[in-house]
Every structure is written in C-alpha cells, then in structure tokens.
C-alpha cells in the first residue's frame, strides 16, 4: 500500500512561487509514476503535471508550462511542484497522485489512472 502526504501550500500573492512536496511511503517509490492535480471550487479536477518513475518522460498542461517544474528525489520518496510566477487563478486544492508500475505516456494525464492519492493542499494565489 502506498500512503501520499502533501505538504507546501499556503497563501501567496500573485506573482510569487511555492513548492510543493508530496512524500510517498513504502518501497515502491522507485516504480511509481507521479502526478499532480488541483481542482477549484467548482471545476473538475485537472491534470497540471506528471514524472514518469524513471523520471523519462516530463508532461504538463498547457497552463503550467513554463511555470511549473516537477521532479523526484529518490532518495527521499518525494516529488516535488515548484510553482513560479503564480496567478489567482492557479488557487485550488493541489493533488499528489501515483500510479504503480510501468504506464503509457498518454495515461499520465487522465485522473482515473492513478491508483494513490493524497489528502490535498490548499494553494490560495492572492491579487
């Protein structure tokens, strides 16, 4: 069983950074392919960015490119987000997801992929 804790959110005012971090326990980190989602008040949950377990393969939506950047530190189990750059529209809960095992590229954006989540944190963007 894989157990995801995210920590980093905060309030930050428009055009300031955060990072994110999402700890996974268990030994498995080194086959888990890892993604990030937030999800607004009143949207769906969306797809921000995702490293594959060997780190190979690097995607993020359209609205964090350039911004965001996700890596991995094996040796800690965790992924991290740093946020750059930030807007008001970027403020929602942001997810850790995991996916275990080897997994097509195009997977890694779709929610319904990953078999772990964490619990969430909040990231409010003020202007």
């Known amino acids: 069983q894989v157990q995801l804790v995210e920590s980093g959110g905060g309030l930050v005012q428009a055009g300031g950074s955060l990072r994110l971090s999402c700890a996974a326990s268990?030994?498995?980190?080194?086959?888990?392919?890892m993604g990030w989602f937030r999800q607004a008040p009143g949207k769906e949950r969306e797809f921000v960015a995702a490293i594959t377990y060997s780190g190979g393969y690097i995607d993020y939506a359209d609205s964090a490119k350039g911004r965001f950047t996700i890596s991995r530190d094996s040796a800690r189990n965790t992924v991290y987000l740093q946020m750059n750059s930030l807007k008001p529209e970027d403020t929602a809960v942001f997810y850790c997801?995991?996916?275990?095992?080897?997994?097509?590229?195009?997977?890694?954006?779709?929610?319904?992929?990953?078999?772990?989540w964490g619990q969430g944190t909040q990231v409010t963007v003020s202007s």
């Open positions: 997801a995991a996916i275990k095992g080897p997994v097509r590229t195009a997977s890694v954006r779709i929610s319904s992929s990953y078999n772990y």
């Open positions: 268990g030994r498995s980190f080194s086959i888990l392919n």
